[in-house]
């Protein structure tokens, strides 16, 4: 018979983190929030719910790369603002200079709470204090959501980062987290989960907001996508469709460089310098046209080799991953 499964992490190196039981609350009950009607077990499943990328997990390659996630510092080098997003799905979602990031839930740092209900039970075991009411996913997000934070903090600024943008402050209720504290902590966490045990939205780490959007609508026939950042109608089509006004521009000037041919035709059979003229201008708007064709030409090709090259770096990475994912099963 299988050893029921453990935190990826101690008992000793959680109380370094954070207290073991929570003031006013019953011991192995997870920090206090806003239940509403919920239960503890339905509020466990609204913070690691992960159900959308059930049906596009397929087509997650086109907006990230397999156990790709940045850590803090490089976020903010990037000049993208760092959002604490408590919609979970949000978690490493990054576009439009901002990533969000949901704040790492303190109850997966009680050793007791995540063992007695995070943790499934095992087939045909009947646990009178937990009844199968966690579904594994859960048990899946809660060791990927310790992971990502072990990678998301890696150095003392990052750890500075975390605090300042939010990250740890249900954390922080009973003690600030020290970085020799923290690098224990994450130091077990990175021995226990690794990423080819994972499968779906687990698989991958950094994701693109704008890619994801474009899976959502044409997988799934959403049209607002995956997750709108808008407030206005006019930030969406400004964002959005720049293409259209750039088209706009472009006509434009194939138009002008038209009229201008005609001109110079009409008056070709003018006196000897008007028809020089004539001349010269035709064959300049002929040069401008040529002009406006070739750069849109090289733009297309130049989008096409880059897509080809990330496309093909994308799969070659991603079979490389699985090769190892295969070698960690066997």
């Known amino acids: 018979m299988s050893a029921i499964p453990e935190p990826p992490y101690s008992l000793d190196t959680a109380k370094r ?3 073991q039981t929570f003031p006013g609350k019953a011991p192995n009950f997870p920090t206090p929030a806003i239940f509403h009607s919920q239960s503890v077990e339905d509020y466990i499943n609204s913070e690691l719910d992960f159900s959308r990328f059930r049906k596009t997990s397929s087509s997650l390659f086109w907006a990230g790369l397999p156990g790709n996630i940045s850590p803090l510092n490089k976020h903010v080098a990037l000049r993208r603002q760092i959002i604490a997003a408590e919609q979970t799905d949000l978690h490493l ?21 995540f063992a007695k209900t995070i943790i499934p039970p095992r087939a045909g075991v009947d646990r009178v204090c937990n009844p199968r009411i966690i579904p594994s996913e859960v048990y899946n997000a809660a060791r990927w959501m310790l992971l990502s934070y072990a990678k998301l903090i890696r150095h003392p600024s990052d750890l500075l980062i975390a605090r300042q943008s939010g990250l740890l402050a249900g954390v922080e209720i009973e003690e600030e987290i020290t970085w020799p504290n923290w690098v224990a902590f994450a130091s077990e966490i990175l ?26 609508r044409f997988r799934l026939g959403l049209l607002r996508g995956f997750f709108l950042n808008y407030e206005r109608y006019g930030s969406f089509f400004s964002t959005n469709f720049k293409w259209v006004a750039i088209s706009f521009l472009y006509v434009s000037v194939v138009l002008s460089a038209m009229q201008v041919g005609l001109a110079g035709v009409e008056v070709e059979q003018s006196e000897d310098t008007k028809r020089d003229m004539a001349v010269v201008s035709f064959w300049f708007a002929v040069f401008c046209m040529a002009l406006v064709i070739f750069v849109l030409v090289l733009l297309a090709l130049t989008f096409l080799g880059l897509f080809v090259w990330n496309y093909w770096k994308t799969r070659h990475f991603e079979g490389g991953m699985r090769v190892k994912q295969m070698k960690y099963r066997s």
Do not use: M, Q
């Open 17 to 19: 983190i954070l207290s």
């Open 93 to 113: 979602v990054w576009g439009g200079g901002v990533v969000y990031i949901k704040p790492l839930p303190p109850f997966l740092l009680n050793h007791s709470f």
């Open 191 to 216: 021995e226990n989960v690794c990423f080819e045990e994972f499968e779906g939205r687990f698989w991958y780490g950094d994701l693109r907001l704008d890619r994801l959007n474009i899976i959502f």
